[in-house]
């Protein structure tokens, strides 16, 4: 599976983006695909993943502010990234999982400023 992620910019603290993956194929086929974040200095961390039942996770520390969703004409996933927080800061990397294994896209910076 290849993975197309797109999306990430700069905001302003409070602001919004929604980041954008396009899968090589019918996502239907993906068991789970969503997205982790990577902050300076940091490991890897799972933000939110989205199954192809619809069955949703959020971490934490994004619950209420973040909103997975699946647009499968598009093959594609959306983050919608609301009340954007400094320590939100990070590349964020879009991954599948199938049987086949996990799969991963390039990264997409979303920079939030104070």
Same mark, same amino acid.
């Given at each position: %599976?290849? /993975?197309?992620?797109?999306?990430?910019? /700069? %905001?302003? *603290?409070?602001?919004?983006?929604?980041?954008?993956?396009?899968?090589? #194929?019918?996502?239907?086929?993906?068991?789970?695909?969503?997205?982790?974040?990577?902050?300076?200095?940091? #490991?890897?961390?799972? %933000? *939110?993943?989205?199954?192809?039942?619809?069955?949703?996770?959020?971490?934490?520390?994004?619950?209420?502010?973040?909103?997975?969703?699946?647009?499968?004409?598009?093959?594609?996933?959306? /983050?919608?990234?609301?009340?954007? #927080?400094?320590?939100?800061? *990070?590349?964020?990397?879009?991954?599948?999982?199938?049987?086949?294994?996990?799969?991963?896209?390039?990264?997409? /910076?979303?920079?939030?400023?104070?």
């Amino acid at each position: %599976v290849q /993975l197309q992620a797109s999306g990430g910019g /700069l %905001v302003q *603290a409070g602001g919004s983006l929604r980041l954008s993956c396009a899968a090589s #194929e019918s996502i239907s086929s993906i068991h789970i695909m969503g997205w982790y974040r990577q902050a300076p200095g940091k #490991e890897r961390e799972p %933000v *939110a993943t989205i199954s192809n039942i619809g069955s949703t996770y959020y971490s934490n520390s994004v619950e209420g502010r973040f909103t997975i969703s699946r647009e499968i004409a598009k093959n594609t996933i959306h /983050l919608q990234m609301n009340s954007l #927080e400094r320590e939100d800061t *990070a590349v964020y990397y879009c991954y599948s999982w199938k049987p086949s294994g996990t799969y991963w896209g390039q990264g997409t /910076l979303v920079t939030v400023s104070s």
